[in-house]
């Protein structure tokens, strides 16, 4: 069974510290998204990665893929509240319908 | 630009009662139109998805149905909803073709409740 595992699911932490949330999928795949949503709203792009060793960043978040290890991770660098929300990874599986699986979400909640 | 609706934002239906959302996309054609639901604290799961009209793929036996009578027109339906459909309906797009690398654009979604 294809899974897309995110962890940690719930993440605490304070302003300026620094973390990493990682997601680990189990098929064979060289496409690999972040998104964001915040409470009570729908899902917006963070990243789209596209190869092995590809490599994201915009502000304080930084993605990266590793398309060997099945591995993509999620950087927060000096985290400020505007950060909090949940952030999901998906993995396309079939490059013709777009078919992406998402994992299970990751909840940041950055307080001061 | 491109431009995702959804309607209604919000809806709140008796059990038993029939269930349609409605998805339209602007400025894109041919697009792969995608239903996902949401249950409360919990991630997304695809319903439908669809690469042309009157094509519908569904990913898991449920009391939905989808249809796509237009290009850039999804609805989700059902004829007799369940406690168990409550959740968020999200819509999606994206550029078709297997070559297309680009992200699934998201509407603003339907909450539906039902009691």
């Known amino acids: 069974e294809l899974k897309v595992e995110q962890n940690p699911l719930f993440l605490s932490m304070q302003e300026g510290k620094n973390y990493t949330i990682y997601c680990n999928y189990s098929t064979t795949s060289d496409r690999l998204y972040w998104y964001r949503q915040d409470p009570g709203k729908s899902l917006e792009s963070l990243f789209v990665l596209l190869s092995n060793g590809a490599v994201k960043q915009e502000g304080r978040l930084m993605a990266s893929l590793d398309t060997k290890a099945r591995l993509s991770t999620l950087h927060i660098t000096a985290a400020v509240h505007d950060l909090s929300a949940t952030y999901f990874c998906a993995v396309d599986i079939n490059y013709n319908t777009d078919k992406l699986i998402f994992g299970t979400g990751t909840r940041l909640q950055v307080f001061p | 630009s491109q431009t995702i609706h959804q309607w209604p934002a919000t809806l709140v239906q008796p059990v038993g009662s029939p269930l349609s959302l409605e998805c339209t996309v602007e400025?894109?054609?041919?697009?792969?139109l995608y239903w996902y639901r949401q249950a409360a604290g919990r991630g997304l799961q695809l319903l439908f998805y669809s690469i042309g009209i009157d094509q519908i793929s569904s990913e898991v036996p449920q009391n939905l149905s989808a249809s796509r009578p237009q290009d850039r027109q999804f609805i989700l339906s059902s004829k007799k909803l369940l406690l168990s459909d409550s959740g968020f309906y999200l819509c999606a797009w994206s550029t078709s073709g297997g070559a297309n690398t680009d992200t699934q654009y998201f509407g603003p979604g339907t909450r539906l409740t039902v009691l």
């Open positions: 400025g894109t054609s041919n697009p792969n």
